[in-house]
Nanobody
Framework: QVQLVESGGGLVQAGDSLRLSCAAS????????MGWFRQAPGKEREFVAS????????YYTDSVKGRFTISRDNAKNTVSLQMNRLKSEDTAIYYC?????????????????WGQGTQVTVSS
């Protein structure tokens, strides 16, 4: 069973950048499509980005296109989310997720494994 651990969250100002990382143990991420989701207080979990298992194709929700970049390093068994030009509305807990499929999904219940989340707070 894959265990996922996110890191890199923190408190930043609007316009700043953060890089989130997701490290895996107990399995190899190259077997999974990966996704990032976020959940703000009082809101439902929201799809942010995904990356396919092998081809590295990426998908983003509209609100982060051009600002966020998802990437994976299968050799290091990690997935990252580079977040630039952060806005206050990006404030949320960010979760890394693994799906036993070649392609990711924008539906949170399509994923098989989840990390515990990392808090991102953007002050305006």
């Amino acid at each position: 069973q894959v265990q996922l651990v996110e890191s890199g969250g923190g408190l930043v100002q609007a316009g700043d950048s953060l890089r989130l990382s997701c490290a895996a143990s107990g399995g190899t991420l190259s077997s999974y499509a990966m996704g990032w989701f976020r959940q703000a207080p009082g809101k439902e979990r929201e799809f942010v980005a995904s990356i396919t298992r092998s081809t590295g194709m990426t998908y983003y929700t509209d609100s982060v296109k051009g600002r966020f970049t998802i990437s994976r390093d299968n050799a290091k068994n990690t997935v990252s989310l580079q977040m630039n030009r952060l806005k206050s509305e990006d404030t949320a807990i960010y979760y890394c997720a693994a799906r036993s499929s070649a392609v990711g999904s924008s539906y949170w219940n399509a994923y098989d494994y989840w990390g515990q989340g990392t808090q991102v707070t953007v002050s305006s």
